[in-house]
Each structure stands twice: as C-alpha cells, then as structure tokens.
C-alpha cells in the first residue's frame, strides 16, 4: 500500500506561483510513474502532469506546458508540481497520484492522495 499526502496549495494571485509536494509513504516510489490531476468545481478530474519512474519522461496537458513542470526525488519519496504563471482557470483541488496501470494520461492510478486546494484570483 502507497499513502499519499499533497500538501502547498492555497490562494494566490493569478501570474504567481505555488509549488506542490505529494509525499509517500508505506512503499517506496522509486518503480512507480507519478500523476498530477485537477478537479475543478462541476467538472470532471483532468490529467495535468506525469513523471515516469527514474524522471526521465515528463508528460503535459497542453493548457500547462511551459507554466508547469513535474520533479521528483526518490531519495525524499515525493513528487513536486511546480506551477508558475497561474491562472484563474487553474483553480482545482490538485490531486497526485502513482502506480498507473495503464498510460500516465489515464485516470487508472493503483493510488491516489486527498488533493489540496489551488485558487488563483484574477
């Protein structure tokens, strides 16, 4: 069993930054892909970034590249989400997620954390 704990979110104006951390525990991550997924308010939970097993394949949706990059450091067992240039559409809960069963796009994750909160005002 992986338990997952996000933790960095809250409100920040809209060009700024906020760095997410999503910290395991029960295993370690060093074999597994990492997600990030959003969930807006009414809408369905959207891929957002991945990060293959050893760092090297880092995958975005396109509404994020060039403002978003996903790290890792196995050594500390977490996944970081940097966000910058935030925009007001980028509000959602954030959730992370590990162990995909089948592409990092999907949302076939073996373990998923809680979320936390990102709001961006204009």
């Known amino acids: 069993q992986v338990q997952l704990v996000e933790s960095g979110g809250g409100l920040v104006q809209a060009g700024g930054s906020l760095r997410l951390s999503c910290v395991a525990s029960g295993r370690t991550l060093r074999n597994l892909g990492m997600g990030w997924f959003r969930q807006a308010p009414g809408k369905e939970r959207e891929f957002v970034a991945a990060?293959?097993?050893?760092?090297?394949?880092?995958y975005y949706t396109n509404s994020v590249k060039g403002r978003f990059t996903v790290s890792r450091d196995n050594a500390k067992n977490t996944v970081y989400l940097q966000m910058n240039s935030l925009k007001p559409e980028d509000t959602a809960v954030y959730y992370c997620?590990?162990?995909?069963?089948?592409?990092?796009?999907?949302?076939?994750?073996?373990?998923w954390g809680r979320g936390t909160q990102v709001t961006v005002s204009s």
């Open positions: 997620a590990a162990d995909p069963r089948g592409t990092y796009y999907g949302p076939d994750y073996d373990y």
């Open positions: 990060i293959s097993w050893a760092g090297a394949n880092t």
